[in-house]
C-alpha cells in the first residue's frame, strides 16, 4: 500500500506540474502579444449623450476626415439598421482611427480581414484604430442583435 | 479503501419511501426542463436551416410573430436558462438529499423552490411568446422587453436560491449527526455549486432590481447599458461552471463506478472544486474584451484570471481520464490506449457522458482562444462562439444530462429504460452531428460569419460561407434525429417501461485515494467563501465604481423589433 500511495502522489504531481505550466505560458503569450506587438482592445474613451448628438463633435459631423497624409478619423454613428457612413474611402497603407457611437440599442462593428471589433454602445465613445494596407473593399457588418432587421446593417470601406 | 459517501445504501428500511418527496420534486424539476428542451431545441433546427435558406418561420407565422429573432430568443432562454437551471435545481436536489442519506431540511421549502420558479416561468413566457421580449437571453438593455418577462426571469434565479438555503440546512443537520466524519464528495461537490451560483447571482440580482426592473416599469427615465453589461457578465462567465459543475459531479463520482472502476483522488476533486468557486466569478469582464467604457487593464487582470481556471479544468480532466483508465483496466483492459476499448460502451449512461466528455474537450481548447485577449478580436461576436458553446453547454452539459436521466429516471419511475438501442443511437447521434455542427460554425466564424444574425437573409451572406452552410444544417439534422429518439425512449420508459419491485441503488463510485486521504482543511467552506469575495471586489470594485460614478443613467429604452 505504501508503495502505492506514493506512486499515485508521483501520479498527481505529475498531472499537476504541466497544468500549471501550460497556463504560465499562455499568460506570457497573451502579454507579450498585448504590449510588444500593441494588439489592444478598445478602452475608455469617454461617455456621450445620445440625444445630442448633433451637437457634439465629432460626431455632429459623421464621416471620413484626413488628418494627415496616410492618417484618417472616422466619425461614426450607428442606428437602427444602418451605419453612417455607410462607405468609407481611404488609401492604402493608411492608418485609420475610428471613433463610433449609437443613437439607439447596442450595435457592433466588425470589419472583415482586419482586427476591428468592439461594441458600439448608447452614451459611449468606442475608439479603435487599424492599418489597412491591401487595396480592396472590406465588408463592415453589425455583429450584435439590435431588431428585427439587424441581419441588414453593414456597410463598405474601401482602401484604394 | 474509502467509501466516497459516508453513508450505507444497502439499508433494511424502504430507500424510495424515505425519499418520496425529494423523488418527486426531482422529477417535477425534470419534466420541467425536458420540455423545455424539446421546444428551445426544435428552434435551433430552424436556425440552421435559414441559414441554408430553408425559412420554416414563414408557415408558424401566426404563433412567431417575431420570427427568426423571436425564435432565437426561445432558444436561448429555453435551452440555458430554463433547461439548464431546472435540471441542476432537480438534480443537486436528488445528489444533495442521497449523498447526505437524509431528507431535505424542509420539503416544504423543497416545493417553494419549485413553485417561486415556476411562477417565474409562467410570467416570462408570456411576453417572451407574444413578441414581446425579443430581447435574446443576454436582454441587453436599452432594448426593452414588456416588465414582466424581467420579473419572471430573476424569480427563476431567486428560487433556485432556496435551494441552496435547503442544502445548507440539511448540511447542518448532517454536520449534527455526523461529528467528525468528512463531507461525503458528492454533496460537498452540491454544496459548493449552489453557494457559487448563490454568490454569483448577485451581478445578475442587482441589474434587474436597480436597473433594469424600475427603468422597465416606467420609475426612472434611463439606463446605462455598459454598467448593465458588466453586471450581467458577472453572473454570465459563472453561469456556465453552474451549468458545468453538476455534470462534473457525475463524472466525478459515478462515471467511474458505471464504468466499472474507480474515481482515481478524491482529494484533488475537492481541490479543483474549490478553485471553481474561487475563479469562476472574477474573470466575468472576458466577455467584454469589446466594451468601450471598460478599462484595457481591468480587461487583461481578468484575461490573467481566466487564464487561471485553466488550473482545475486541467486537474478535472486528468482526474476523470485516471478514473476512466482505472475502470479499463479493472475491467481487463491493457496497453497504453487500448484500455479504452475494454469501457462498458454498452452501458447508455456510462457512453453518452464519456461522449459527452471527448467532444468537451474540443470545447475546452476552443475556449482558451476566446479568452486570450486579443485573439478575442477574431472570434467575438462571430459562429465561432456558437460552435463553441454548443460543445461545452450544448454537448458536455446537455449530453451529460441526457445521459444522466438514462439511469435516473428509471429510478425514479421505478421502471426500467425502455431500450437500450435507441439510447446508444441516440448518444452517438448528437456526437456526430454536434461534431460535424460545431465544426463548420468554428470555420464559417472564422470566414467572418457573425452570430446572432438571420444570414439567410443577410445582403451580404457571400459564396464561400454558402460553401459551408448546408454542412451546418446536416449537423443539425442529425441532433434532431437524436432528439426524437432521447424524447421517445423517455415517453416510452416512463409509460411502458418494464416495472421495477424496488427502487435500484443510487451507485457511488468508490475512491482509490479517498476523503480521509487529503486534509481537513479541504473539507471547509468559509475559508474559500472569504477568498472568493475577497478577489471578487479587487476585480471588479474599480470597474463599478468608475461606471456607476460616472453614470448619466439617461438613456432611453428601445423596442426596435
Ligand atoms: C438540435 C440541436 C441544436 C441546433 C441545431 C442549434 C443551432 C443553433 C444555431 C444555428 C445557433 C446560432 C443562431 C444565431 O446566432 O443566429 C444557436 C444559438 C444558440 N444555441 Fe443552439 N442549437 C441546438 C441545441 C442547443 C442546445 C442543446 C443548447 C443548450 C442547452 C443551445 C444553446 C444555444 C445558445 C445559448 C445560443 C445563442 C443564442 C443567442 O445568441 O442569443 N443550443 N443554436
Ligand atoms: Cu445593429
Ligand atoms: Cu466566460
Sequence with gaps: MGNNKFMHYAFELAWILPSVAVPVAILVAITLTAFAVGIRVPDVAGRVDPKALSRTPPFDQPGVKELAPGRYEVAMIAQVFAFTPGEIRVKAGSEVTFEMTSRDVIHGVKISNSPVNVMVVPGQISRVTAKFDKPGEYLILCH????????????????? | MATIAAGRYAREREESDVFLTENRITGANLIVAFVALAIGGLFGVFQALEYNQINLYTSIKPVLPGQYYQGLSLHGVLNVLVFTTYFIIGWLTFVGTRAFDRPLASRNLGWATFGVMTVGLV??????????????FTFYPPMKAD???YIGLTLVVVGSWLLEVNLVLTYRQWKAANPGARTPLPAFMALVTMTMWTLCTVGIAAEMLVLIIPWSLGLVGGTDPVLARTLFWFTGHPIVYFWLLPAYISWYTMVPRQGGGKLFSDPMARVSFILFLILSIPIGMHHQYTDPGVSQIWKLVHAVFTVGVFFPSLLTFFNVVASLENAGRARGGKGFLVWIFSLPWGNPAFATQVLAMILFAFGGAGGLINASYNLNLVVHNTSWISGHFHLTVGTAVTLSFMGITYWLVPLLAKRELFSRWMALAQAWTWFVG?????HFMHYLGLLGMPRRTQIGAAPYLNAE???WLPFVAVGAV????SAILYYANMVLTITAGKRMA????????????GPNDGPAWLDRFTPWLVIAVVLIVINYAPTL???????????PGVRSW
Excluded: K
Excluded at chain 2, 123 to 136: D, F, H, K, R, Y
Excluded at chain 2, 478 to 481: C, Y
Excluded at chain 2, 502 to 513: D, G, K, R, T
Excluded at chain 2, 545 to 555: A, E, F, G, P, Y
Design chain 2, 434 to 438: 454536434m461534431a460535424i455542427f460545431s
Design chain 2, 478 to 481: 442529425i441532433m434532431f434525429v
Design chain 2, 545 to 555: 465604481v468608475q461606471l456607476i460614478s460616472t453614470t448619466t443613467l439617461n438613456i
Design chain 2, 465 to 467: 460561407w454558402r460553401m
Design chain 2, 123 to 136: 410570467l416570462a413566457a408570456i411576453p417572451l411568446l407574444m413578441n414581446n421580449a425579443t430581447v435574446l
Design chain 1, 144 to 160: 450584435e442583435y439590435c431588431g428585427s432587421g439587424h441581419h441588414v446593417m453593414a456597410g463598405r470601406l474601401i482602401v484604394e
Design chain 2, 502 to 513: 424496488e427502487e435500484p441503488e443510487v451507485e457511488w463510485a468508490q475512491a482509490v485515494s
Design chain 2, 147 to 149: 416588465a414582466i418577462y
